[in-house]
């Protein structure tokens, strides 16, 4: 069973609001992953760290979403003014490595609603 | 474009019998093909993955037969129960770069 802990499980906010989630990865994993599954069930990935260093992130987090991994602290993502196509359910997963034969453990997800 | 792709959309078994879920992918930077079992309100949870060596992998009542050639794999689930009724997410995951990328899930219907 996955121990990655996301908080809080819902979020609803209005158009134009500040979004932030956190996420406490496996303990010993030191990669990250943020995810963000839309209504259809489709991911889209986000951003990814190792330890407190991104290693790669996509447009859209580059503009609107900052996101962090602090050390001795929780991961965050925030969306700093929030739209209605942002409403999604934002999945953190992690890793002992990012190379690609190791296993991706989510949790359960920050369902994002806004109004 | 990497792409994963799944079918069926949408699976409906008796309980009992067995549930064959498909998945293709594109890209041959694909290594590693986890499958993840979705209930609602909930995150995707590991159900069982396989490495690119290997052609089988079996876990209990799940089952995954992997093609390398044809680029194709799919999970088999004997013995179907009401519980494992879910969305299946078939994924792959990129060598290079460690991002998943995932299919569009089938979601299974047991009936009791």
């Known amino acids: ?14 158009q134009g609001q500040k979004a932030k989630m956190r996420c406490i990865p496996e303990k010993g994993h030191p990669v990250v992953f ?16 190792q330890n407190q260093e991104v290693l790669q992130q996509i447009d859209m987090t580059e503009k609107r979403f900052s996101a962090e991994c602090p050390s001795n602290s929780p991961c965050s993502l925030e969306i700093q003014s929030s739209e209605a196509g942002d409403s999604a359910l934002y999945l953190c997963a992690s890793s002992l490595n990012w190379g690609g034969q190791n296993t991706l453990y989510f949790g359960a997800g920050t369902r994002l609603s806004v109004l | 474009q ?11 078994v008796w309980e009992g019998e067995t549930a064959i879920l498909n998945c293709s992918y594109e890209d041959s930077t694909f290594n590693y ?14 159900l069982i993955s396989i ?8 876990d209990g009542r799940f089952t995954i037969f992997f093609n390398k050639r044809e680029k194709k794999l799919s999970l088999h689930i004997t013995d179907s129960q009401p519980g494992d009724s879910a969305t299946y997410f078939c994924a792959a995951r990129d060598t290079n770069t460690g991002k998943l990328t995932f299919g569009d899930g089938t979601v299974l219907t047991v009936k009791p």
């Open chain 2, 51 to 58: 490495r690119s060596v290997s052609d089988k992998k079996e």
């Open chain 1, 34 to 49: 943020w995810y963000q599954q839309n209504k259809n069930n489709e991911f889209k990935f986000l951003i990814n760290f």
């Open chain 1, 1 to 14: 069973n996955s121990k990655v802990i996301q908080t809080p499980r819902y979020l609803v906010k209005g």
């Open chain 2, 33 to 46: 093909f986890p499958w993840y079992q979705q209930f609602p309100g909930e995150g995707p949870a590991l």
């Open chain 2, 2 to 12: 990497q792409q994963v792709r799944q079918s069926p959309q949408s699976l409906t």
